[in-house]
């Protein structure tokens, strides 16, 4: 205890040290800094409001203080998303801070091979000294960055800009790449921008919703709450392999085969057509490729996709006349989309078939891509990786000038070209160019496809540096050096959620030790490195939010319209665009679209297609059956560096990895219910309690991504157009584990 009081002294001697001026506002305002008891903004016995750090729903959740820490939270009943609810992940938001693997000082891996805790000033010095000596011998683009979509947007755009125009990196990615990429990519196709069309209010407004790849009861229960509320008795389908929470809560499940959703959307697109469906008004106005797109579908013949998809003739036949009839048809997709070896034109054909029947604009409707962090969309327009920030492009000279002129840095500073994929980082550290890495805030060595190669590859780095907020991750546990940071409810900063809406979050906690929030990390790097001069405009995260607006002006995503912090904890967050001058007090949600202009220069949307692909690695004789894997849990969060901390949390989900099994594969396999088995690919294997069940079909097993052995099996196939990872499908065998040799 006496230690934990005494830190923060310690730290602000550091950086009253190193940096005067940010030094002195940390004494005199310890709460912005993820240190100090009382949050400088906040009354210390007051309840505040600040937007759920787990989910892209975004939920306001009402934080109770008490002498300045949060006590206890309630969910908000007037913040539009959640309205008063939010599932056992948002209650238990505050759990995680008070984890006894917290990371509370640096730590080095000293020449024991141990990791050692050091002062922040060794940290800080050897960070420089090792990555500026690789840059030296290999070049400044050997040493890379992996970030997130779960840290504020300000403290993706300090790290973007401290990284690529202060350390002079080409490349860096972010775990976005796991999970946005394919619909970035396809929104940015079809509409010349990144830019998802809908607000939650569709959800009750449709009349037709179509989940594609999507389970919201479990990965978005707050969203699937919002179907509920839907006065209009709506038609619900789901189409995904499994019959998940939401495809037994649906109106019509259609469990096709896995991956075979391209040929599926193409035949209803050719159904659509042929039964006069289309809405031409709307496809003549506002669209281009039509004839084209009809021609590509035309192919798909009921018989054939039947076949394909393994579903029955009449099923596809009820579906295209439920979309083909609805007056406000909204097609969603998740991860059984984006994760796919052909994700971006899947996600297209859903595009196609909103804008052919003129779904489009109107409330209930659009083609509508759920995030799945917190701050998914934050990371695509700010975090400097695939795109320059403010969703601008970094080959065009046109925007260099302008982010450089609103960051006031020389338009030199800025790459002439974008970044590296996160896989084609990886590849890199094998081929040996990357040779130094900085992973913020997301689990590598858990998380990424095909894990065995992974940890191999971190390592083979002269230099992993990894910033989390706990020391026992897999990836922490294989740095070099390692950041202690502060987290969510322990800093300020502004998360964008599915729906575009920009929230705030608060410091309601004070980090433990000497954790700062993940912003000061980047400023006291940026100072050690020697470009603090080169970032002194982003003096504070809300600092750095009014230079994302400046960068945003113009923009399909032009924020300028939002005063500061305070404007949106008035207006309870606030959707992007709102361009200065426009007052939309009158609408709490708002959609894209309306006027059917979208962001291409002759104002239309593109409709895209392709023929689709066979699956990377089919299943054969030695390995039968297909592995899909995904959320097991509302309890459970990724890798559960976070909800594992929960004892809460922990009665909610099963401690042990298990695998979903159909009964007849049970029998053919000889698995009984609570059995062991053992799962397994070409590359590796698992041992997992049998769950027999009918929610997967015959053929195909499902794993939770929650334990660390899910990817062990999976196969890295990514998508070509988004370099999206396939985590959904791989071939596997199963057997029963035998006891004495497993
Ligand atoms: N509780 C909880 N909630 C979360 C998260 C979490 O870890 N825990 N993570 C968040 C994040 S980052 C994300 S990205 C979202 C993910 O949210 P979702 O994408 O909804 O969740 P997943 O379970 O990954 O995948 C959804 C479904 O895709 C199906 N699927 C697999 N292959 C195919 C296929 O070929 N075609 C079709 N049509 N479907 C297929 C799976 O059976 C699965 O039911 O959840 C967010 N919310
Ligand atoms: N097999 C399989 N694999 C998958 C998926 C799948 O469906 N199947 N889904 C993929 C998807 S969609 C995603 S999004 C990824 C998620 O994969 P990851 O991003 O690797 O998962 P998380 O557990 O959320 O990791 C976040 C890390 O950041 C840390 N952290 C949290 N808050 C902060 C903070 O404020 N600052 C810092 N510095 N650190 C912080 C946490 O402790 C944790 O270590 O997994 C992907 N992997
Ligand atoms: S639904 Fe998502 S944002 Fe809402 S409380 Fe749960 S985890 Fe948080
Ligand atoms: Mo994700």
């Known amino acids: 205890m006496s230690q934990k009081l005494k830190a923060p002294k310690v730290v602000a001697d550091l950086l009253f040290q190193r940096t005067g001026k940010l030094t002195r506002e940390l004494v005199r305002d310890p709460g912005g800094f993820g240190l100090g008891q009382v949050p400088a903004r906040l009354k210390p016995d007051a309840t505040t409001t600040a937007v759920c750090g787990f989910c892209s729903t975004g939920c306001g959740l009402e934080v109770h203080l008490k002498d300045g820490q949060a006590v206890n939270l309630s969910p908000a009943r007037d913040y539009s998303v959640n309205k008063g609810a939010a599932c056992p992940k948002g209650w238990e938001a505050l759990t995680p801070l008070y984890a006894k693997d917290r990371a509370v000082r640096p730590l080095l891996r000293n020449a024991r091979g141990a990791l050692e805790e050091v002062p922040w000033q060794t940290a800080l010095g050897t960070f420089c000294s090792r990555f500026k000596a690789i840059q030296q011998k290999h070049g400044p683009h050997s040493v890379a960055f992996i970030s997130t979509g779960q840290i504020p947007s300000e403290e993706m755009a300090l790290l973007g800009a401290l990284a690529k125009f202060g350390m002079g990196m080409l490349h860096g990615d972010g775990n976005t790449r796991q999970c946005m990429a394919t619909a970035v990519v396809a929104y940015k ?64 499940h259609v469990p096709l085969r896995p991956k075979s959703d391209l040929r599926l959307l193409y035949c209803i697109t050719h159904l659509l057509i042929e039964r006069g469906y289309v809405d031409r008004a709307y496809v003549e106005a506002h669209t281009t490729g039509f004839a084209e797109l009809a021609r590509h579908v035309a192919s798909f013949t009921l018989a054939d996709v039947a076949m394909d998809t393994g579903l029955s003739a009449e099923s596809i036949e009820k579906l295209v006349e439920t979309i083909g009839k609805g007056k406000r048809v909204s097609l969603w997709w998740t991860m059984g ?11 297209q054909a859903l595009i196609n078939i909103a804008l052919i029947t003129g779904n489009m604009g109107r409330p209930g409707t659009g083609a509508n891509s759920i995030t799945g962090q917190c701050n998914a969309m934050g990371s695509r327009l700010f975090s400097n990786t695939t795109n320059l920030m403010g969703g601008h492009d970094f080959a065009s000279a046109e925007d260099r000038a ?3 002129a609103a960051l006031g840095i020389d338009e030199a500073r800025i790459p002439r070209q974008g970044s590296l994929a996160y896989d084609q980082i990886l590849e890199g550290v094998l081929s040996g160019k990357i040779k130094g890495l900085w992973i913020v805030a997301t689990n590598t060595a858990h998380s990424w496809i095909n894990q065995g190669d992974v940890q191999d590859l971190l390592k083979r780095l002269e230099f992993l540096v990894v910033q989390d907020m706990y020391t026992s991750t897999e990836t922490a546990r294989l740095a070099h050096l390692v950041l202690p940071a502060a987290g969510w409810g322990e800093k300020e900063g502004t998360f964008i959620n599915s729906e575009r809406r920009i929230g705030l979050l608060k410091k309601v906690s004070r980090a433990p030790g000497e954790a700062l929030a993940d912003f000061y990390i980047f400023k006291l790097i940026a100072d050690a490195w020697g470009c603090a001069d080169l970032l002194r405009q982003f003096e504070s995260p809300e600092q750095t939010f009014q230079l994302m607006k400046r960068v945003s002006r113009g923009q399909p995503c032009d924020i300028t319209g939002i005063r500061d912090y305070a404007m949106l904890e008035d207006r309870r967050g606030i959707q992007w665009p709102l361009p200065e001058g426009k007052d939309v007090a009158a609408q709490a949600e708002r959609r894209l679209f309306e006027d059917g202009k979208f962001y291409h220069p002759d104002g239309r949307a593109r409709l895209l297609f392709e023929a689709p692909r066979p699956v990377p690695e089919p299943t054969d004789e030695r390995f039968p059956l297909i592995l899909l894997s995904g959320r097991g849990t509302s309890s459970q969060w990724h890798t559960q560096t976070r909800t594992g901390k929960s004892a809460v949390l922990k009665k909610l989900y099963p401690a042990e990895a298990y695998v979903e099994v159909n009964p007849e594969d049970a029998r053919r396999y000889g698995l009984s219910p609570s059995d062991y088995a053992i799962v397994e690919s070409r590359r590796g294997k698992l041992r997992a309690r049998v769950h027999v069940t009918h929610v997967v079909q015959p053929g195909q097993v499902f794993v939770p991504m929650h334990y660390p052995e899910a990817n062990q099996l999976t196969f890295a196939a990514f998508d070509p157009y988004s370099r999206q990872p396939s985590y959904k499908h791989c071939a596997v065998q199963i057997r029963k584990s035998d006891p004495f040799a497993d």
């Open 189 to 252: 196709q079809a509409f010349g921008f990144d830019a998802p069309p809908f607000t939650y209010d569709d959800f009750e407004q449709s009349d037709v919703l179509v989940f594609v790849g999507a389970n919201p009861c479990i990965a978005h229960p707050i969203m699937w709450e919002r179907v509920c509320k839907n006065p209009h008795r709506p038609e619900i389908v789901v189409i995904d392999p499994r019959k998940t929470e939401t495809a037994m809560a649906a109106t019509q």
């Open 337 to 347: 989309v984006n994760q796919s070896h052909e994700g971006v034109r899947v996600a």
């Open 402 to 404: 302008k982010v450089a």
